[in-house]
């Protein structure tokens, strides 16, 4: 399985990906995707996200939950196998958005039901949305981005016990963390510790642009 940003492929470098391809979309955020016709109708802003310099938006807007489905129904025209929707923890800051993320995942599962779909993180939801989709994709397993090209290491003991909380749902964990290299403290610390709870994981450098031999 792949998980690739839908606007650097078209259908035809798609089809020639040997793997289960699963698009990306950002469900919590506005991460300015020009798919297809797909527009946004009104400002759904609710707030900032000064790290990734993205606006957070407002999940439960109409306008908003209408601009994901025609991103989904484009990326599945397009060849995908599934999406995996990024930024579901907005819920934890913004309580009203949950109900939009929970609307959107049952849509997807009611339009796709072969659909194979994941969240980023996303604890919150997970009791609601669990029998609705694959796998969760727990960033910062580990290690996590403080600032550009700085990187920290994660609470492993909320790790531990987070990736036990998923899979209590019967849900797949696949882990993702950051190095600021191949091979250093931060990368060996990520693989040692998704291998001691047996979770497939990638690592990558802060803003998420290096491809390391896994």
């Keep these: 399985m792949v998980i690739i940003d839908p606007t650097q492929v078209n259908s035809t470098s798609l089809s020639q990906v040997r793997a289960t391809k699963i698009a990306y979309l950002d ?13 946004l109708s009104s400002n759904v802003t609710l707030g900032y996200d000064t790290q990734w310099n993205q606006s957070i938006v407002n999940v439960s807007s109409p306008a908003w939950e209408s601009y994901i489905e025609c991103q989904v ?6 060849g995908f196998q599934g999406v995996m929707f ?19 995942i ?6 796709y039901p072969n659909a194979i779909m994941g969240v980023n993180r996303g604890f919150q939801v997970l009791p609601n949305v669990s029998h609705l989709i694959n796998f ?5 397993y580990g290690t996590r981005v403080v600032s550009p090209n700085n ?16 899979r209590s749902y019967n849900v797949t964990v696949l882990a993702m963390g950051y190095a600021l290299h191949p091979y250093d ?3 060996n610390m990520v693989k040692d510790l998704a291998q ?6 990638f690592v990558t450098n802060w803003n998420v642009c290096a491809i390391w031999q896994q």
């Design 27 to 39: 469900l919590g955020e506005l991460a300015n995707m020009s798919l297809g016709s797909c527009f």
């Design 73 to 78: 129904r484009y990326v599945m025209s397009t």
């Design 86 to 104: 990024d930024d579901v923890d907005v819920a934890e800051q913004y309580l009203q958005t949950e109900r939009g993320i929970i609307s959107v």
């Design 106 to 111: 049952h849509w997807v599962r009611e339009e």
């Design 136 to 140: 969760v994709l727990f960033e910062d």
């Design 151 to 166: 990187v920290s290491f994660a609470n492993f003991t909320q790790v531990e016990n987070l990736t036990a909380y998923v």
């Design 185 to 187: 403290v931060y990368y």
């Design 196 to 201: 001691e709870e047996s979770v497939p994981s």
